[in-house]
């Protein structure tokens, strides 16, 4: 199947600074990528849509100036979440989807970044 | 909006037995239903898929059941293991937004 990676898989940074997460689709061209935050108690929230070279379509309650969403490229998305705070700590997830050979429906996932924030 | 809902946040059942877990939905538009799996400090993985025009999918232990009339879709699990403990959701095809997700537990 396909795969999709996230790196870092950790990190712990000091509140007021940002955060890169990058998500890559490592065998197949993501036109679009996904970011979703999980909270306690196990549910997946869509934070934003990203379509490769265009600007990421931001769900409801979701700061874009604060949780910036960077499509450069058909395997490289990033998030990169500015002048992190305490309440910013989470496990944020990316997915993808392909084209081509894949499922127009299916979404793959990455492994999930777990930020802390202190 | 939220277009699929999951009302049962949680789902214990004993090894060997079905477990059934729920998922209604209000966009009748939907093309296809997907299920995904998740486990603890990991992405979810896809788990099974029913496209709207059938009324069941089977793939081993594993079968999805939709009624359109009810606008709702169950996944079928039989017979449970203890590895099948994890959280489920379910998904509508182009809807990117998850059910809240059901936590099964499987007994041994």
């Known amino acids: 199947g396909a795969v999709v990676s996230q790196h870092p898989s950790r990190v712990i940074c000091k509140s007021g600074t940002s955060v890169k997460i990058e998500c890559r689709s490592l065998d197949f061209q993501a036109t679009t990528m996904f970011w979703y935050r999980q909270f306690p108690k196990q549910s997946l929230m869509l934070m934003a849509t990203s379509n490769e070279g265009s600007k990421a379509t931001y769900e409801q309650g979701v700061e874009k100036d604060k949780f910036l969403i960077n499509h450069a490229s058909l395997t490289l998305s990033t998030l990169t979440v500015t002048s992190a705070h305490p309440e910013d700590s989470s496990f944020y997830i990316c997915s993808a989807r392909g084209r081509g050979r894949l499922s127009s429906y299916e979404q793959y996932f990455g492994p999930g970044t777990r930020l802390t924030v202190t | 909006d939220q277009q699929v809902k999951q009302n049962s946040p949680s789902l214990s059942v004993q090894e060997g037995r079905i477990s059934i877990l729920n998922c209604d939905y209000t966009n009748s538009m939907f093309d296809y239903f997907l299920w995904y799996k998740k486990y603890p400090a990991e992405g979810p993985t896809f788990l099974i898929s029913?496209?709207?025009?059938?009324d069941k999918n089977e793939d081993g232990r594993f079968t999805v059941f939709l009624n359109k009339s009810a606008k709702h879709l169950s996944l079928h699990i039989v017979p449970s293991q203890p590895g099948d403990s994890a959280v489920y959701f379910c998904?509508?095809?182009?809807?990117?937004?998850f059910g809240a997700g059901t936590r099964l537990t499987v007994k041994p």
């Open positions: 998904a509508g095809s182009h809807d990117m937004r």
């Open positions: 029913i496209s709207s025009i059938k």
